[in-house]
């Protein structure tokens, strides 16, 4: 199920980014005691107990002219029409202003939940001031203290209890689910027909006609595939244009629910920097991965151009040196079934499962022909090693001392069991744990 989104939105200089910091658990937000600061939303995973969500910080709303006060005011209203829930914050040291009423009056239109957030109530002795924020019509205000941390337990238990019901479409284990993302007008939309045969996705030269995830379902060879087709993510300062309603994060939601990730880029223009951001996305949910190279048709081209490409994808997306590599063009439908077989292949990959017996036989060879350096005189000893998940596949490595593992010998692992093991398509998780 993709994770329920929760935004914190409230007039500027109320300690927004420094509860949502405390929420994600590292400084993700800028925080400075500067009114208007976060100018843009800013996304991040969190988890609370059992709940797992995505969370957004905003800019803060106000009513004045200031600089980029429009530009802010539309961001937060674009979150809180993404949000399940929206934590509305107040600063309970200045009481009720106007801008807080002014915030109010947009959150109704929104019928969504709220809940009402009074922060800067830094001790027992400040409860009292919380009772002024009933008059904004919220319910019951919670308490807390982004700097010191307080109440945010009884918070977030109130915004879980507001988080939807399951309600997603349940597909067989058996059906692959794919989806394609990258930054608009890249034919993403015309590859979904070429795949389908027939034009059941709307397909336009105006970026960002697809404005949310449509899954199509779709059988080749015998296998079962729903394609989940997305809206274009664009980057900063374009996203935010009032035609565009749709999300980045409805194109992670999609990912979420992806088996298998296709980053399209456009052939035409080449690799931009928000390919490769948009390329993070897939490979930070650890999902299959394959990087399709669309418009193929437009480039003009000899026998080199393929050879010459590739190593500039493979230059431009390091991280994703695991990605197989194709290019097609949806136009003219050249190679667009290739694709499948890929996809076949990587999903098989990413649901790999290594015996520990064999795993270890791998590992325990590598460390005899290339033994881990020693850190102040201490050398990491690695006694054994089990898989312990998959989709990705995850590694277990019990050492004497998580501390000595350099991400350098990690890596030289991690590619001493590609070697030895198919994962093509899909990245590896290694962790280190001391040996009990």
Do not use: C
């Amino acid at each position: 199920m993709a994770k329920p989104i929760v935004a914190i939105v409230g007039r500027p200089n109320v300690g927004k980014s420094t509860i949502f910091n405390r929420i994600v658990g590292e400084r993700v937000s800028i925080v400075e005691d500067v009114p208007g600061v976060t100018r843009d939303r800013i996304y991040s995973s969190a988890d609370w107990l059992t709940h797992e969500f995505n969370i957004i910080d905003t800019g803060g709303i106000d009513i004045g002219d200031e600089p980029f006060l429009d530009q802010i005011r539309h961001q937060a209203e674009i979150a809180m029409d993404e949000a399940d829930v929206i934590i509305f914050m107040v600063n309970g040291r200045e009481g009720v202003t106007l801008a807080d009423e002014h915030v109010a009056k947009i959150l109704y239109k929104t019928k969504k939940p709220v809940v009402l957030a009074v922060n800067k109530i830094d001790n027992p002795d400040m409860h009292d001031m919380i009772y002024d924020f009933y008059s904004l019509g919220f319910g019951e205000p919670f308490p807390i203290s982004g700097s010191h941390g307080l109440g945010l337990g009884d918070l977030l238990d109130e915004v879980a209890k507001h988080f939807p019901k399951e309600d997603e479409i349940r597909y067989d284990e058996n059906v692959i689910k794919f989806s394609l993302i990258g930054r608009p007008n890249v034919g993403k939309s015309s590859l979904v027909n070429a795949f389908l045969g027939d034009n059941r996705v709307i397909v336009s030269d105006v970026a960002g006609t697809t404005r949310d995830a449509i899954d199509s379902s779709y059988e080749y060879d015998g296998q079962e595939y729903v394609i989940i087709d997305t809206a274009g993510m664009r980057k900063k300062g374009k996203v935010y244009e009032s035609t565009e309603k749709y999300s980045v994060l409805r194109a992670l939601k999609a990912i979420e629910r992806s088996d298998v990730v296709l980053v399209v880029l456009n052939g035409e223009e080449g690799i931009q920097e928000q390919d490769k951001k948009i390329a993070g996305y897939a490979h930070q949910a650890g999902k299959a991965v394959i990087i399709v190279m669309n418009k193929w048709d437009a480039v003009e081209k000899d026998e080199k151009t393929m050879n010459e490409k590739t190593k500039e994808i493979r230059e431009q997306f390091q991280f994703l040196d695991y990605a197989p590599i194709v290019f097609v063009s949806a136009k003219t439908k050249k190679r667009v079934h290739a694709i499948l077989p890929i996809i076949n292949r990587v999903n098989e990959n990413h649901s790999m499962r290594i015996q520990s017996s064999i795993l270890n036989e791998v590992i325990l060879d590598a460390v005899a022909r290339n033994p881990a350096p020693t850190d102040k005189g201490k050398r990491l000893r690695i006694y054994y090693a089990t898989q312990v998940a998959i989709k990705p596949p995850t590694f277990v490595v019990f050492v004497n001392d998580p501390e000595l593992m350099h991400f350098t010998y990690e890596r030289f692992l991690e590619n001493r069991i590609r070697e030895t093991f198919d994962f093509e398509g899909t990245p590896i998780k290694i962790i280190t744990r001391v040996r009990d």
